[in-house]
């Protein structure tokens, strides 16, 4: 397939740029004879426009498809739903952009959506679990506990910092599992200040009255995870997750680690490899050159398989009335809105709106 990507700005200029570099980028990695220019390619099967503002609908024709977003004035939105009668398609930035669009009457079947996209460099930094107390002889920590919780948890999700004596057999073990272990074997006041901030949460397993620890913890705003007895019961809010036994601890951890889970898989799925698949999977199915089943619920499945939706129509409408009344003001009509008549005004932005 022939792909020429239409950027009508400076590709090192700013962000519809990057869109344009990582598009092509990826394309030419799929196999994809892509390309980028500030005009279109009569030759190729696929202009795709980044965005639709800078193109006129009398230059557009089936080989065309634009990209969609911002549309948040009336002179957009009739630019756009112009422009889709002679273009193949409009791909959208979001499902919600796409279903407000259908809702003013721009035809369903020239309109999908394909999320924005991430460079998939950005690593998530693993949660920072305390613990400053030493183990004592008579095993009232409980520090049994701490390794068999360790076991549990995934290394790239979470880490420890310890301050006290006596961890050393139960680190090793830890390390052993690949999690990351900081370990301070003496009590440092100083140190202890500096560190007690960057902890995440605050675990103490023992039940005995209670941890000092968790009182420092509170005061420098640290979420905890301690037993539920002593002086704990008494700072009101104080405990964030209590537990007493260790089904209940893991039960926290796997809980913490869950919704974790969920904000990386959010956008697992949205970088820019994922970005170029979903529009060349549109692409193939309005050139017929393949047929797809993507695994996506953006792009072909946006187009397809559309989930229903409930616009509010009318406030979309006002949104795009109150996008004109500033664009207006923004490119010197200021004058007019302050000496002339506002119902002229919203005369012209009906007319607008009402406009083939």
Known sequence: MRVRIVSYEDVNAWILGKFARRMNEELLKLGVDSDIANVPDPSADINHHLIFTYCMPEDLNSKDTLMVTHVDEISKSVRLKNQLKRASLGICMSKGTMDELIAIGIPADRLSFVNAAHDNVMRPRRTVIGITSKVQPTGCKREEMIFELAETLDPSLFEFVIMGSGWESIIASIRNLGINVTYHDTFQYDKYVEIMPSFDYYLYTGQDEGSMGFIDALAAGVKTIVTPQGFHLD????????????EELKSIFGSISSERLKLLNAVADWTWKDYAIKHLELWKHITGKGTVESQYKDGLNSLLNRE????????????LYNGSIRSYRHN???????????????????????AK
């Open 235 to 246: 700072a009101t809010n104080g405990i964030t997750h209590s537990f007493n036994t260790i």
């Open 308 to 319: 229903p939706a409930e616009i509010d129509v009318k406030a979309y409408k006002k949104s």
């Open 332 to 354: 010197g009509w200021r004058k007019m809105m302050r000496l002339g008549d506002p119902k002229w005004l919203m005369q012209k932005l009906r007319s607008q709106m009402k």
